[in-house]
């Protein structure tokens, strides 16, 4: 049981838990119902998948694992990579804000504001650390110019 808990602490599984909690909370407590934008949500939508499959071709391009954890064989600084080290992370969270303005409510946007800080806590902090130990200098100054988020 516990090794099927550990290799479901992926970051997509959050996302979908995440946008799970926002059409829960979208129908118990909506706060404040500002009606569906589909336009609006379906850009953030579609811009967080473009983003994460520009990301991951960067991943295959340099032949590292794209999965959390995993011992890195490159760093990536290149394409999204060069503004922003998590772009993958990022293109989620616009999918959970393209959702909860699909579903029109500020209720269903609440899960936007937790999303960053579990992902930065449980995956991003650690991927930081494993980074700067495996590429040194040059991840130090990579993370020095780039935007987490």
Same mark, same amino acid.
């Given at each position: 049981?516990?090794?099927?808990?550990?290799?479901?602490?992926?970051?997509?599984?959050?996302?979908?838990?995440?946008?799970?909690?926002?059409?829960?909370?979208?129908?118990?407590?909506?706060?404040?119902?500002?009606?569906?934008?589909?336009?609006?949500?379906?850009?953030?939508?579609?811009? @967080?998948?473009? $983003?994460?499959?520009?990301? /991951?071709?960067?991943?295959? *391009?340099?032949?590292?694992?794209?999965?959390? +954890? =995993?011992?890195?064989?490159?760093?990536?600084?290149?394409?999204?990579?060069?503004?922003?080290?998590?772009?993958?992370?990022?293109?989620?969270?616009?999918?959970?804000?393209?959702? @909860?303005?699909? $579903?029109?409510?500020?209720? /269903?946007?609440?899960?936007? *504001?937790?999303?960053?800080?579990?992902?930065? +806590? =449980?995956?991003?902090?650690?991927?930081?650390?494993?980074?700067?130990?495996?590429?040194?200098?040059?991840?130090?100054?990579?993370?020095?110019?780039?935007?987490?988020?």
């Amino acid at each position: 049981m516990i090794g099927l808990l550990s290799r479901a602490d992926l970051p997509p599984v959050w996302l979908g838990l995440h946008a799970l909690l926002a059409a829960v909370l979208n129908e118990t407590k909506p706060v404040w119902i500002f009606g569906s934008n589909p336009v609006a949500g379906g850009v953030l939508l579609a811009a @967080g998948f473009a $983003l994460i499959g520009w990301s /991951a071709v960067h991943f295959a *391009l340099r032949k590292t694992p794209i999965e959390p +954890r =995993r011992h890195p064989k490159s760093l990536i600084t290149s394409g999204p990579f060069a503004f922003n080290r998590n772009p993958i992370y990022t293109g989620m969270w616009l999918m959970l804000m393209g959702t @909860g303005l699909l $579903l029109g409510s500020l209720g /269903a946007l609440l899960p936007c *504001l937790l999303f960053p800080i579990l992902i930065t +806590r =449980r995956f991003i902090l650690g991927e930081e650390a494993l980074l700067r130990r495996s590429f040194g200098d040059e991840a130090d100054v990579w993370i020095a110019r780039s935007r987490r988020w």
